[in-house]
């Protein structure tokens, strides 16, 4: 994007950008899946362990919000292409901020983020709204409050044609 920015290349060349290849340079990646990186804040209430009641676990909140997106991303936005590896969209729960320092302290914040491989034939933002269903859910059982933020996100473009002459070339 820079080098185009910068007119670095004449009317006559052909670009190719590739994410991946090999060392042999035979393999050439022509398409690539969206990106999409969520955060979300669960806000309980911190109590000691030793009196759960008194507060509202976090932690057991966003235990199963993350088992909830897993299941239901994946149900959902299950199609298949053998021009990816793996061949479908995936949603990984990959980041969980330490929430507190003690064993015996019932988690009052627990921040979860799930980084989001998806298929270029689905829109990102209709996994967003998907996703905003799936957190209402949640935060609707518990009566707890959790805040969504969108740490990266792009659309995926429709990919080069395998057999197009510039990938040929």
């Known amino acids: 994007k820079y080098l185009l920015e910068q007119n670095v290349f004449g009317e006559n060349d052909q670009v190719i950008v590739p994410d991946s290849g090999n060392s042999t340079g035979d393999f050439v990646e022509v398409v690539e899946k969206s990106i999409l990186w969520v955060k ?7 109590a000691h362990a ?8 976090a932690e057991r909140i966003g235990s199963e919000l993350s088992v909830k997106l897993d ?7 299950a199609e298949e292409d053998p021009m990816f590896e ?7 729960p990959t980041l969980r901020e330490m929430n507190s320092k003690s064993v015996s302290t019932i988690p009052g914040t627990v921040n979860l983020t799930f980084d989001c491989r998806i298929l270029p034939k689905y829109d990102i ?3 967003l ?3 905003e269903v799936l957190k209402e859910r ?6 707890v409050k959790i805040e969504k933020q969108v740490i990266q996100k792009e659309q995926a473009p429709k ?3 395998k057999n197009s002459k510039i990938v040929r070339k």
């Open 125 to 127: 933002e209709e996994v």
């Open 138 to 143: 949640i935060r609707s059982k518990f009566s």
């Open 86 to 92: 793996p061949e479908y969209s995936t949603f990984e």
């Open 159 to 161: 990919g080069t044609e």
């Open 50 to 57: 030793g009196r759960p009641h008194r507060g509202l676990n």
């Open 40 to 46: 979300f804040i669960i806000k309980g209430r911190q």
């Open 71 to 77: 299941k239901n991303l994946h149900k959902k936005f």
């Open 129 to 131: 709204e998907y996703i």
